[in-house]
């Protein structure tokens, strides 16, 4: 009897034009040797602009222990999955709108005028590194529309509206339609088909099943359920926007686009997930809110712009929006800790910042930041810091983004503004 061909921990199953990946598999059923590869490392940023609400922003202790104030409240079941950094400085985002945005990711300087002139981020820096290793190099990913013109400082407002930069002067395209970034991580067939995408791979994936271990086997229903929910909801998604003759036809908003800002996120997270979880992509972007921000949030009961009341950031309005996306970032980070890799999840191997260009309105001089996730343990989780009073120097922004670099194995003699590493990540 002929055995079982080997199985790789990349599986890919093919059908109707469209590639599933399946996810990274524990068990291999080959004569390799027996020490297992380890899990691949990923990176995902998530953006809120115009700052957030200072006086609920706080966390001290460490581990179960660990202290949130309000604004990080959703994130108290993931204490020990945390790292809240406060007192980070970027120096060249310092004061003002557009340029605290335009270079979150870069630290670089950036330029007042017609001419747009930046630096790359660091999410495209690792997208590059990981270019071979992987279908996708990187998701980008965005809940509000760029916006054009300029800011009475005179830096251009596509600053404003994008956090990641290929290179000084090119913005990566955001892609705003969760059909289309869904349909992305499947050969951009998925939107062309009647059924399920799902539908002729089924059979090999049983196929597989029956040759791995009982928790791959789990781990392969477990992503196929997946990516049959996230392919439901875009699909409700679009036939609720092509069904909706409340709106006329030329006023009727793009299909794909929810209106309520939660769904709207979570889509986005959704495909973040899957695309981690298949090692699609292991880099991603979600910029929910831009700098200057113009989303309006009913479900708040506020009647304001985003940006309006980040003005009055100490008020209950402000301090509903802040943590409204909090929550949205609180909802990835369980999502992933649900997907077991290995010994771990997801989570485990993965880093997920939250971030924002402003300590309070038009003040760069504290970055609010947190990490969730430990890629592979290189990443110690469950902990405060505190970096204020360290002096400028030693508190660079970008000195972070070389630790986190080195710990996903891309070592930089230096990157924006810095040479150092962020002494006690």
């Known amino acids: ?42 990176f995902a940023c998530m953006f809120i602009g115009d700052g957030i609400s200072p006086p609920h922003w706080w966390a001290k202790g460490e581990g179960a222990q660990m202290e949130l104030g309000s604004s990080l409240e959703p994130l108290a079941p993931f204490r020990d999955k945390l790292n809240v950094i406060q007192g980070l400085f970027n120096r060249e985002g310092d004061g003002g709108h557009a340029r605290c945005t335009g270079n979150i990711l870069s630290g670089a300087k950036l330029e007042r005028g017609r001419t747009i002139k930046g630096g790359v981020s660091m999410d495209q820096v690792l997208a590059k590194h990981y270019e071979e290793e992987t279908p996708q190099p990187s998701l980008v990913l965005g809940c509000e529309q760029p916006v054009s013109g300029f800011h009475e400082s005179q830096y251009s407002m596509v600053y404003a509206s994008h956090i990641s930069w290929r290179n000084g002067d090119s913005p990566v395209p955001i892609e705003l339609y969760p059909a289309l970034a869904f349909d992305s991580l499947f050969g951009g067939k998925a939107g062309k088909l009647h059924g399920s995408i799902l539908d002729d ?8 099943s029956g040759k ?8 392969v229903d477990e992503y196929l359920a997946s990516v049959r929910e996230t392919e439901a909801r875009v699909q409700r998604l679009n036939k609720m926007a092509k069904d909706d003759t409340a709106v006329p036809a030329d006023k009727r908003p793009p299909a794909g686009q929810p209106k309520d800002f939660r769904e709207y996120s979570r889509l986005m997270c959704d495909i973040i997930a899957l695309a981690f979880q ?47 996306h909090i929550e949205q970032y609180a909802y990835l980070i369980e999502k992933l800790s649900k997907m077991r890799e290995g010994t771990g999840t997801v ?5 997920l910042m939250f971030v924002s260009e402003h300590w309070n309105a038009h003040n760069g001089t504290r970055v609010p930041l947190v990490l969730a996730g430990g890629l592979g343990g290189a990443l110690k989780t469950g902990r405060t810091h505190d970096y204020l009073k360290a002096g400028n120097d030693k508190r660079k922004l970008c000195s972070l983004y070389l630790t986190l670099m080195d710990k996903m194995g891309l070592e930089l003699k230096e990157f924006g503004d810095s040479k150092e590493r962020l002494a006690g990540i």
């Open 347 to 351: 989570l485990d191997n993965s880093c």
């Open 212 to 219: 791995v271990s009982g928790a791959d086997k789990q781990k």
């Open 1 to 42: 009897m002929t055995a079982n061909p080997p199985v790789s921990r990349r599986v890919l199953l093919k059908g109707l034009g469209v590639t599933v990946a399946l996810p990274w598999l524990e068990s291999v059923a080959s004569a390799a040797p027996a020490a297992a590869k380890a899990a691949p490392k990923r």
């Open 201 to 208: 791979v089924l059979e090999q994936a049983k196929d597989v």
């Open 278 to 324: 298949s090692d699609r992509s292991r880099v991603a972007t979600l910029l929910m809110s831009r700098d200057l921000s113009g989303m309006v949030y009913p479900f708040l009961g506020v009647r304001d712009d985003h940006h309006s009341y980040s003005h009055d950031n100490e008020g209950k309005s402000y301090q509903a929006i802040v943590k409204c």
